[in-house]
């Protein structure tokens, strides 16, 4: 099979903590906590890390963080338990992993790294997951430790009053790379949405839909109401689009604008390509964003 010829890429990585209508008062946790993702993930591609190590750190830093919807800190399913999906994608081989309804793994994404890594399957759900986790020695904690106050609160509210929450936030934490030898990645973690049935599986974990990446082209991943992003395969249609002569930018404009034409729903995707030019685009009210690339001397960050 013919290879893409390596290149000098400029090596960047662009993070998003989430799409959705951010309380005003949690604004700043999610800058901060972006604008440190990115740096973290800079620094490997500095040090000639690649792509693939970049967006793994990065997503792990927000998985850890409980400002996000994602490892603590995560929302929780209708039994009050935190229930979660991640995946990552490298773009030289196409090769993927991915876990779903997965619980006690603070670091789903690190998961979904070791399945792609050691493994001839793609997704593992569930109790097939933790018994691959078991098998490669990661560690486990005790499901309360994923818990944070803020949504044991929220989850006890809304089972006070019986109805559902007004806009529950579905937001994702998610990052692409580029390293200085044209390798593209992509990484993608959640907790899902707040009352979600047992078992539920939104695009997070789903490859071509919460994220995509192919050396030939770029890498993005997708962030937003899940059931609608799956059905317009969202980041697979997002680097479809840099093969017709476009740029990130507008490759993730056009994308969101499919998923409101054409189902109605919230999100946002953010997009790299082989070349480490970066693009994002959102249509809720808010989606924290930071990102780096070579040249700058620290994050651009926005929300």
Known sequence: MDRPSRKRARPAILVHGGAWATPEGELEVHRIGVHRASMIGFEILLTGGSALDAVQKAVE???SDPTFNAGRGSVLNARGEVELDASIMEG?????????????????????????ESSQHVMLFGEGALEFARGRGIPFCDPEEMIVERERERYLRARRI???????????????????HGRVAAASSTG???LKLPGRIGDSPVIGSGLYADDRKGAAASTGL????LR???????????TTGIGPSEAAQQTIQTLESRTGAQG?????????????????PHM???????GMTKPEVGI
């Not at 993927?96 to 790294?113: D, K, N, T, Y």
């Not at 946002?268 to 809720?284: R, S």
């Open 61 to 63: 830093f927000l998985e």
């Open 92 to 116: 030289s081989g196409l090769k993927a992993g991915s876990v779903a309804c997965v619980s006690r793994i603070l670091h789903p994404v690190g998961l979904a790294r070791e399945l792609l």
């Open 162 to 180: 019986a109805a559902p929450p007004p806009s529950p936030p579905s937001e994702t934490v998610g990052a692409v790379a580029c390293d200085s």
């Open 192 to 194: 899902g949405t707040f």
């Open 226 to 229: 899940g059931e609608a992003i």
């Open 232 to 242: 317009v395969v969202m980041a697979y249609r997002a680097v479809e689009a840099l």
């Open 268 to 284: 946002g995707i953010i997009v790299v390509d082989a070349k480490g030019e970066l693009g994002y685009a959102f249509n809720t």
């Open 288 to 294: 924290a964003h930071a990102y780096l690339a070579d």
